[in-house]
């Protein structure tokens, strides 16, 4: 099993076919404050399998977790069932999901794990920045 795409995005959609659509990917979310809690957003994950996998289940987690800490802020679980191909085919399985209402407590660096069993197979770092403060801007005194 290999992980071929992990990331979080505005949104994810799995389309018939087998078609994954993600939109908006990113890495960093911006906030005045904490705590907060942040608008829904999607998480995918598209892993090839092979020979060896076919026709087997796996239950994974998916843990988003602050960095250096083992509590976790979302965890959820994750089924794969790995069916069995038309002979010399090769195989993807995909994992889609919209989360939302997730609170973040602080600022810092949290990661994003997919874990089979206690094996981490990807993780995404993702940045909860404090949001600049904004100059006020003066008026020209020179202007009327």
């Given at each position: 099993?290999?992980?071929?795409?992990?990331?979080?995005?505005?949104?994810?959609?799995?389309?018939?076919?087998?078609?994954?659509?993600?939109?908006?990917?990113?890495?960093?979310?911006?906030?005045?404050?904490?705590?907060?809690?942040?608008?829904?957003?999607?998480?995918?994950?598209?892993?090839?399998?092979?020979?060896r996998?076919?026709?087997?289940?796996?239950?994974?987690?998916?843990?988003?977790?602050?960095?250096?800490?083992?509590?976790?802020?979302?965890?959820?679980?994750?089924?794969?069932?790995?069916?069995?191909?038309?002979?010399?085919?090769?195989?993807?399985?995909?994992?889609?999901?919209?989360i939302?209402?997730?609170?973040?407590?602080?600022?810092?660096?949290?990661?994003?794990?997919?874990?089979?069993?206690?094996?981490?197979?990807?993780?995404?770092?993702?940045?909860?920045i404090?949001?600049?403060?904004?100059?006020?801007?003066?008026?020209?005194?020179?202007?009327?």
């Open positions: 099993m290999k992980v071929n795409i992990f990331t979080v995005a505005d949104s994810v959609a799995l389309y018939e076919q087998g078609k994954l659509v993600i939109v908006g990917t990113f890495d960093n979310i911006h906030s005045d404050g904490c705590p907060f809690v942040f608008r829904p957003f999607g998480i995918a994950l598209k892993l090839t399998v092979g020979p996998d076919y026709g087997k289940n796996y239950d994974g987690r998916l843990v988003l977790r602050k960095i250096h800490t083992s509590k976790a802020v979302v965890e959820m679980p994750v089924s794969l069932k790995v069916p069995r191909p038309p002979k010399g085919r090769g195989m993807s399985v995909i994992f889609a999901a919209n939302g209402n997730i609170k973040f407590e602080s600022f810092g660096v949290y990661v994003f794990e997919f874990k089979v069993g206690s094996k981490v197979l990807a993780d995404i770092n993702l940045n909860i404090k949001t600049p403060l904004k100059k006020k801007q003066t008026a020209d005194k020179n202007n009327k």
